[in-house]
DNA sequence: AATATGTTTGTGACTACTCACTAACTAACA
DNA sequence: TGTTAGTTAGTGAGTAGTCACAAACATATT
């Protein structure tokens, strides 16, 4: 089935995604995203010159996924602590419909063979940090957080459980609701982090 | 130059967690341990008798590893907080001594090729759950630690600062001391979780 | 002490297979 | 009819694992 070049361009990189969590980011081979789509191998390397250059699509497609759910959270408007929680549920949420993310952050892939692909999943998470820390900083400054904290340890630890969430759900059967079970414990530690006079 | 089995597999497990430290998990073949000390590739299928059992051999050095760490800690004696700084401080000295556990633990070879091996490290982070999480309970039922809590959630907060710092610190240049920044941010959670009192 | 016998460790050449990538050709579409 | 998506058939570089054989070692016997 002869479909645009846009077409198959998005429908190759949905199913890197598909497989990479299905087999590991390592076992997405060019003939197993073909044949997975329905074309011979060969017909990928039209639409890409190289695989390396495939994965960097991949990385900005979910990338702009994450752009774009941080935007929507941060749109709220409504006090810092409520941009601030939907920017953890935002992330859990990217997480789930993206499932093999944690893996493909620790991939042969990633690490080795494309620094490129690297350097743009850590500038991310480098972003990530940074937007919570800012709305941390407004809310101490509103009275709302307590304020004996450096507000990028308190972003510290609030991606550090983002990641260890995620790391359980990934490694594990992924047999809980990764976004109910990460606000569940971000609730937790956001009464930890709250100012006592309330 | 000939050398007993024992020293030689051990030699052989030493060099898997070198070079998945240097080139990553995945890059390591047969060929590349082989060249590295100094014998030919089949060399190595005299000593294990697949590539698997090669990393279920590695993945038992390390987790021994792991559970002489943690004894270690828990047999300081002193109070519930004293043991539960030393569990995590052993947690990030092992990681920093063994430096390609971050990456192992989602490479293709223990999440796809290996179910073994997944197994293992699975169980290990399930015991250092427990671990934590026993003197948690502790330290609230002595009023050190404040009790409207569930340790559990406790628990997954620590585990969760452990892997969140380990990860930053691997996806990063590791640019950082590990230990120290660990156990700087372990300080930080600490006082968040401390009872009100003191 | 010297030699014979079996065992263990290692080699070199090989197999069967997988992978990314290429070149020449073909069929659908505008 | 020219452009573009796709195919068929390959290449070269790995990869785990095998196998016949050799050299080092251990031990028992003379």
Redesign the pocket.
Known sequence: ?????EL?KAEIVATVLDLADGIGPD??????V?SQI??????L???F????ALWQAVAEHVAEGLALAWDGALNLGDGPLVRLRALIAAQFAQIAATPALPMLLFSRELNVTNAELRATFHGRLTTFHGLLATEIRTAQEAGVLRGDMPANDAAVLLTSLVQGVAIRWALGARDFDLRAEGLRLFDVQCRLLAAEGK
């Open positions: 089935m002869r479909k645009s070049a198959r076992r997405v081979t060019t003939g197993a073909a329905g074309v011979t191998q060969a017909a390397f039209r639409h010159p190289t695989k390396d």
